[in-house]
């Protein structure tokens, strides 16, 4: 299983780099949850983009270090949910450029998961696949609240994606996004996430993990 692990200072983009994430946004005064929205940030999804079958699932499952209201918890998942949705259909579901494939990401967390496009982009699919299709997309969401407002997220994701080829076959993306408010918009600065390949109909225990020389540990610069 090919695994990518970058973020900043708080390393690997687990639940554990939280208390830093917080810290980091409190000191700088970010905020970015004050678009229009309703709802209690519960389940729910959201239309997804070409290449797809099914919508995405979203939720908001943990709010912690203050209280966050039902308008911004419900603000903070369709803009979050966006930012992922953007990176599956551009990376792994779409023909489009290099380029192309990190909407969404900071200029730092993009050039770094250039360095890991096979399992960042549809250059995780085996070779001879050919017409992805998503059959799973969920998000859900940990948010950390600072005054009632949204200092930062962590995103637990999940992509299906079904290609036909000489034999027909299921790419399970899975991990954590870590992202801040930047620049007007919610972005990806750091990640964690892993790309296994399988035959459909085998089990998971029975897919063949993908090779890599080495993994990379590295700092947003």
């Not at 970010?30 to 389940?43: H, L």
């Not at 990376?91 to 380029?99: E, K, N, R, T, V």
């Not at 001879?128 to 299709?133: C, L, M, S």
């Not at 620049?183 to 993990?209: E, H, K, L, M």
Request: proline content about 4%; charged content about 20%; some cysteine.
């Amino acid at each position: 299983m090919l695994t990518a692990s970058h973020a900043s200072a708080a390393g690997r983009a687990t639940r554990l780099a939280a208390p830093l994430l917080a810290l980091a946004l409190a000191v700088a005064g970010c905020s970015g949850d004050d678009s229009s929205g309703s709802g209690d940030g519960s389940g729910g999804g959201t239309p997804s983009g070409g290449g797809s079958s099914v919508q995405t699932t979203a939720k908001v499952r943990n709010v912690t270090g203050g209280r966050l209201s039902k308008h911004r918890r419900h603000a903070v998942l369709t803009q979050v949910t966006s930012v992922v949705d953007g990176w599956w259909d551009a990376a792994y579901l779409s023909s489009g450029g290099d380029d192309q494939d990190f909407p969404g990401f900071t200029t730092g967390a993009a050039k770094l998961a250039e360095g890991d496009r096979q399992i960042m982009t549809a250059a995780a699919l085996p070779d001879g696949a050919t017409d992805p299709v998503a059959v799973r997309r969920s998000v859900a969401l940990d948010i950390l609240a600072v005054h009632g407002r949204a200092a930062g997220v962590i995103a637990t994701v999940a992509l299906g994606v079904h290609t036909s080829g000489d034999t027909d076959r299921i790419l399970a993306v899975r991990g954590l996004l870590q992202l801040s408010h930047d620049s007007g918009a919610w972005r990806v600065f750091g990640y964690d996430v892993t790309a296994t390949p399988r035959v459909v109909g085998a089990s998971p225990q029975n897919a063949r993990p993908q090779k890599k020389d080495s993994d990379k540990k590295k700092g947003r610069s």
